[in-house]
Structure formats: structure tokens, C-alpha cells
């Protein structure tokens, strides 16, 4: 049986400037430090431990009121693909990482921003 971990990350800076009633709504928030970890510990067993690191994305009602339109237009401004993320864009990377594809592949963050943060 084959087993793959995909983790979402989010960065501190961002939970914490979110409003209380959003930053409840998180449940786990890792580091590249605990998936590098947990990709040591489960390594033996072949099991695969990677994360997307996704940049806001505008799912239905989740934006209103936690960013203004004009906030909303400046993080597009700062993105080298200058319109807003929906899930959608996620799928590709989401479909990658549960193929075969990515079978010798552990310990990973993808980000997933349309450029916002490069490395």
C-alpha cells in the first residue's frame, strides 16, 4: 500500500494578521521544520510527505470582509500572474503529488502563489 502526506502551510505572518473568527477556523499549521521531521520519521516506510503552500485563494464566501477590494487588488499586483487564485489553480500540483510521479519525492513545500514569493 502506498502512502502519501500532503500538508497545506501557512505562514505565521499571514494567521496572524487574519481575524480571530478566520484564524479559528485553522486547524493545523505546520512549519518546513515539522515536515522535514515527519518526512524523516515515516521515510522508512516509503510513505511520501510533502505540502503545498497555497496563496490566498478566493473560495466563495471565505473573503468577505477579512480584505477589502483594495487590499485584494494590490496582493494581485504584487503576484507575477496578476489575477486572483481559486482552487482550481490548486488541482494541477494536488493531482501531482498523489501520482506516481512524485513516489521518490519527500520533505517538500510547493509553493503554489502565481510568483508571489519566489525562492
Do not use: W
Amino acid at each position: 500500500m502506498k502512502i502519501k502526506i500532503c500538508l497545506a502551510i501557512l505562514a505565521t505572518f499571514l494567521i496572524s494578521s487574519l481575524p480571530a473568527r478566520a484564524q479559528s477556523k485553522l486547524t493545523v499549521v505546520t512549519t518546513t521544520e515539522d515536515l522535514a521531521a515527519i518526512a524523516r520519521e515515516v521515510g522508512g516506510d516509503n510513505i511520501c510527505v510533502n505540502s503545498i503552500m497555497p496563496g490566498l485563494t478566493i473560495s466563495g464566501s471565505n473573503q468577505e470582509g477579512v480584505m477589502t477590494a483594495e487590499q485584494l487588488a494590490d496582493r494581485r499586483k504584487r503576484r507575477c500572474f496578476q489575477r486572483d487564485q481559486y482552487p482550481q489553480d490548486l488541482v494541477g500540483t494536488v493531482i501531482f503529488l498523489a501520482s506516481n510521479d512524485s513516489d521518490f519525492m519527500t520533505g517538500q513545500s510547493i509553493g503554489v502563489d502565481g510568483g508571489m514569493n519566489m525562492h
